[in-house]
């Protein structure tokens, strides 16, 4: 379903990102696989055979060369899947102002940097973007501030952009994960008060996989998915529907 696209996954060594590049690897896609370890991001690269470019999202200049390296080595690009980030807790008084600037810095703007830097090459390849925003970018939750004001913004973000690029067809959408099982999660999942909070307030009564979101990425990368653009899409086992 994805054979003869070309995908850049922000974020692919581990997690929701890790499994959108494998899913994409099975339907046929090439993946250019991008975050900041080095060691991390070969490994997933080798094991799941795709490339691996070093970057830092929060830096535009670092994600151009990105998107300038991935042209250039596999000619085209199809799929811009803007995923990378970090969680950071913390209620407006409480939370740290450096935490506050970190996920502005690298959820917030490395999904504007990761589309404006692919957009020319969407263009013309009449590709899309995808982003990973949350449920936390449609409804709020307790002191998670910093967090839920990013995600909120991605969602309008995705909007926007899909609006002044749909005549150019190029589709531009974002997932809305509830909670899943990553690394991302693994600590605050030891809390046990916390682990029974998520199953509780999620009508599904568990949390996800990353494999679960990574099917609906598929889909949105897909030409499945031609007339669905600008849509925020929960993946939230029922969270947001209550
Ligand atoms: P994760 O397991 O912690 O993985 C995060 C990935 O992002 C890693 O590959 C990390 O690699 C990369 N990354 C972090 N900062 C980066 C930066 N500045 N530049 C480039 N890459 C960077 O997290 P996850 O749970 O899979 O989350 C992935 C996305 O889903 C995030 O946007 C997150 O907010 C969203 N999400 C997660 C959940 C959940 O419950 N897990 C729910 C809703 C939404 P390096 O550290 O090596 O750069």
Redesign the pocket.
């Known amino acids: 379903m994805l054979e003869e696209k070309v995908a850049v996954v922000?974020?692919?060594?581990?997690?929701?990102?890790?499994?959108i590049a494998a899913k994409f690897r099975e339907y046929g896609a090439e993946v250019v696989?991008?975050?900041?370890?080095a060691d991390?991001?070969r490994e997933?690269a080798e094991a799941l055979d795709c490339t691996f470019t070093q970057?830092?999202?929060?830096s535009y200049d670092?994600v151009q060369a990105l998107v300038d390296a991935t042209v250039e080595e596999h000619g085209r690009l199809d799929v811009m899947v803007?995923?990378?980030?970090?969680?950071r807790v913390g209620t407006v008084e409480e939370m740290d102002l450096d935490d506050w600037h970190d996920v502005m810095?690298?959820?917030l703007n490395?999904v504007m940097h990761g589309t404006r830097a692919a957009l020319p090459h969407l263009k013309a390849s009449e590709g899309s973007v995808i982003n990973?925003?949350?449920?936390?970018g449609l409804v709020a939750g307790p002191g998670a501030t910093a967090?839920a004001t990013a995600?909120g913004a991605i969602v309008n973000f995705t909007r926007s952009v899909a609006v002044d690029y749909a005549a150019q067809n190029v589709r531009v959408n974002s997932?809305?994960?509830?909670?899943?099982?990553?690394?991302?999660?693994e600590p605050t999942f030891e809390d046990e008060e916390f682990y029974e909070y998520v199953h509780g307030r999620t009508p599904m009564g568990r949390?996800?996989q990353?494999e679960e979101?990574a099917g609906v990425a598929m889909f949105l990368a897909s030409d499945e998915a031609s007339y669905v653009t600008g849509a925020n899409i929960p993946v939230d086992g029922g969270w947001t529907a209550h």
Do not use: H, L, Q
Request: proline share 5%.
């Open positions: 922000t974020g692919g060594s581990t997690g929701i990102g890790r499994a696989i991008a975050n900041r370890s991390a991001g997933a970057c830092d999202v929060s670092e803007n995923n990378a980030g970090i969680g810095r690298i959820n490395g990973v925003a949350s449920i936390y967090y995600k997932i809305c994960p509830g909670f899943v099982e990553t690394p991302m999660t949390v996800a990353p979101i």
